[in-house]
């Protein structure tokens, strides 16, 4: 997920001197679990390989074809992008603000304007948006719901999820599993979904891949230093990075491997959200406020996030001062950034730039997470000796669309 660059390694190798690396790679974890802890236990639920393929299944499923309208956000993944892109569909972009809440006037005039089909909403970085406001005026102009948890981690009390018509999960960014992703359907809209296993070597490849990037980033927990693993991650990581392969077969659906389920099984799904929240509690209580302002915000206790979501002035140079200490966040700006070439949404724009996640997860300890925060504090000290208050300028008033300028980035985080 987190390739450390040559200039982090030099750093590390002078002056990490903890053991393990901090980060929020999902591990090979085989616990007490119990299944009942799963959110869509009791539900219509399917469970495809990913959730790119699980998007094609709905969209074949409720009859989605070329020219039809579907609405998605201006700040939006290729995994959800190109199912909608290989069944032909007339996609529009609502626009975001800068907390990644939708433009709810953009929304409203678009929803009414062109009566989509479909639409979109994502809970950016597993931070609860406003779904029931979303879903009313969808719903008013025809259109239902998908609501993206791709990033959250949620029990089955919580109401996350609850108004969407349906609701996605990707396994693979919040457990160590090698494949996976859930589609809830709510009971008025249940369709014969059936993904079919089919004989493909790029999946075996694709799967393979990924439990030997688990194996590694388990074994990283408890062998080798940090400036050991940022070399190994440096010259191997191509090598376990199974994101191309995917995208070459995901057209056609597939059930989540038997591997995968036997390891989600042993999960302790309670246990990781009960304590990465405990996580999430200590970031919002303790970060320098006036230089990372927090996204969401709000307290939950039903379901956490994949990590703590911050935006932040200098944010390279915030991921260097941490991966110098063997501590490793991610961001989301590759792949990410699709938004048609004549028209720039800048708030989402200014987000995909500003946004960092701080590692939250089942393996870290409350200690590492302190650790992680002194070492962010003590960055964002000498960043105050040299800025303006920066979290001032993140509540602006936000702006809708303006004319194009490139949006290619390059930085790969996840
Ligand atoms: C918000 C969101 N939804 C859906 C997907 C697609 O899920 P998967 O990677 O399981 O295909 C992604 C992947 O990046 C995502 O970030």
Not at 6 to 26: G, K
Not at 230 to 240: A, D, K, M, P, Q
Not at 350 to 370: C, G, I, N, Q, R
Request: proline share 6%; hydrophobic share 45%.
């Amino acid at each position: 997920m987190t390739k450390p660059g040559p200039s982090q390694l030099a750093n590390s190798e002078e002056r990490v001197t903890r053991r393990r690396i901090i980060n929020n790679d999902r591990y090979l974890w085989i616990g007490r679990a119990r299944p009942e802890d799963l959110p869509w236990t009791h539900k219509n639920a399917v469970k495809f390989a990913s959730g790119r393929e699980a998007l094609v299944a709905l969209l074949g499923g409720i009859g989605l074809g070329p020219g039809d309208i579907v609405l998605l956000p201006a700040f939006v993944p290729e995994g959800v992008i190109a199912p909608c892109r290989v069944k032909g569909l007339d996609i529009h972009f609502y626009s975001l603000d800068r907390n990644l809440d939708p433009d709810w006037s953009h929304l409203e005039e678009l929803a009414t304007a062109l009566q989509p089909r479909l639409a979109v909403l994502i809970h950016y970085f597993g931070i609860r948006r406003e779904a029931g406001r979303f879903v009313a005026i969808c719903h008013r102009n025809g259109a239902l719901v998908v609501e993206d948890l791709a990033h959250a981690q949620k029990l089955p009390e919580s109401s996350l999820g609850a108004d969407g018509d349906f609701v996605l999960h990707s396994l693979t960014k919040i457990v160590g599993v090698a494949d996976g992703a859930v589609l809830e359907m709510a009971a008025a809209h249940l369709l014969p979904l059936k993904p079919r296993p089919y004989c493909d070597p790029r999946r075996a490849i694709c799967i393979v891949m990924n439990m030997a990037r688990l194996l590694v980033t388990s074994a990283s927990r408890r062998f080798g230093s940090p400036a050991f693993w940022s070399r190994f991650w440096n010259i191997f990581g191509r090598f376990f990075y199974s994101y191309p392969i995917l995208m070459w077969y995901f057209k056609r659906p597939t059930p989540m491997s038997g591997l995968s389920k036997a390891l989600l099984a042993r999960f302790p799904w309670r246990d990781a959200v009960v304590k990465r929240l405990r996580h999430e509690r200590r970031y919002r209580a303790d970060l320098d406020g006036t230089v990372f302002g927090h996204l969401g915000g709000v307290a939950e206790t039903g379901h956490c996030t994949m990590g703590y979501a911050v935006v932040v002035e200098q944010r390279e140079a915030l991921f260097d001062t941490l991966a110098a200490q063997g501590i490793y966040g991610i961001w989301f700006e590759y792949k990410w950034d699709h938004f048609p070439a004549d028209v720039v949404h800048d708030d989402a724009r200014w987000v995909m730039k500003h946004h960092f996640l701080f590692p939250t997860a089942y393996a870290l300890s409350d200690e590492e997470v302190k650790e992680v925060i002194r070492v962010a504090n003590e960055w964002a000290i000498k960043q105050k000796a040299g800025h303006v208050a920066f979290v001032t300028r993140f509540h602006r008033k936000p702006a809708r669309t303006a004319r194009s300028e490139s949006m290619n980035t390059g930085r790969d985080r996840m």
